[in-house]
């Protein structure tokens, strides 16, 4: 039986990959981006009627049956990373701020110290592959607990030591948003661990989001600190995330 996971990603692949109409959606200034763009809240709300506050299929450890394959950056060049990883994260501290009662400053000691959470899912990227791994990490509501987050926050965005792509003002770091609904569901962690060790620097050391309801891009590697706020506008192109801002949905619901 096909699971609802598998018919969206298998219908959006076969729409794109069979469709001229499409080409060129990706522009800044493409009709259908913005069409899509337009649509983006309906599907938002319809997909979050669908699935509620249900969790995301969890599996055994017999279905861990390959390594989990890296998304993204799998080994950034800063020079703050650098200078951490090769003191094994000791000095890693993760920065908690914006609107917050209060701000945190989180050692990976602090962060294993809170009580975890270990799940088995599959991760599914938009490129078309998945791996299914066992991840452990603090539940991000227990951490934003901590903080204590305003009345007015709405967003949790996510800033991460990998650069991207250097523009004319400088390198552009990876960044990413979810809302406070993803932010606070029991499954949305800040992993430390992958598959019973300590997680791999190509999966994104020392700490990187889990949010399993969404699709791979969503899910923040190498991240250094945590910003809640009102408003996207701000950040990047004011879509919410780094690739939101190039054509990609803010919400990638699966």
Known sequence: MIDRRQFLLGGAALALSGCKVFDGAGASDSALRKLFASHEGLTQSAQRALIGDRLAPEFSETDIRQGMRPNGSTDPASRDY?????NGFHDYRLTVTGLVDRPQSLSLTDLTALPPRTQITRHDCVEGWSCIAKWQGAPLG???????????????????????????????????SIDLIDAFH???????????????????????????????????????????????ASLGYGKGSYWADRGYEWYAGI
């Not at 650098?82 to 090769?86: D, V």
């Not at 305003?150 to 965005?157: D, F, G, H, I």
């Not at 661990?193 to 590697?221: F, I, S």
């Open 142 to 176: 227990t951490v934003l607990t901590l903080a204590g987050p305003k009345p007015t926050a709405r967003y949790v965005v996510f800033h991460c030591f990998d650069a991207i792509e250097r523009s004319l003002s400088g390198e552009v770091f990876y960044y990413e």
């Open 186 to 232: 029991p499954q949305t962690i800040l992993a430390y661990a992958m598959n019973g060790a300590a997680l791999p620097v190509a999966n994104g050391a020392p700490l990187r989001l889990r949010v399993e309801r969404q699709l791979g891009y969503k899910m923040a590697k190498y991240v250094h600190t945590i910003a809640l706020t009102d408003s996207l």
């Open 82 to 86: 650098r200078g951490l990883a090769a």
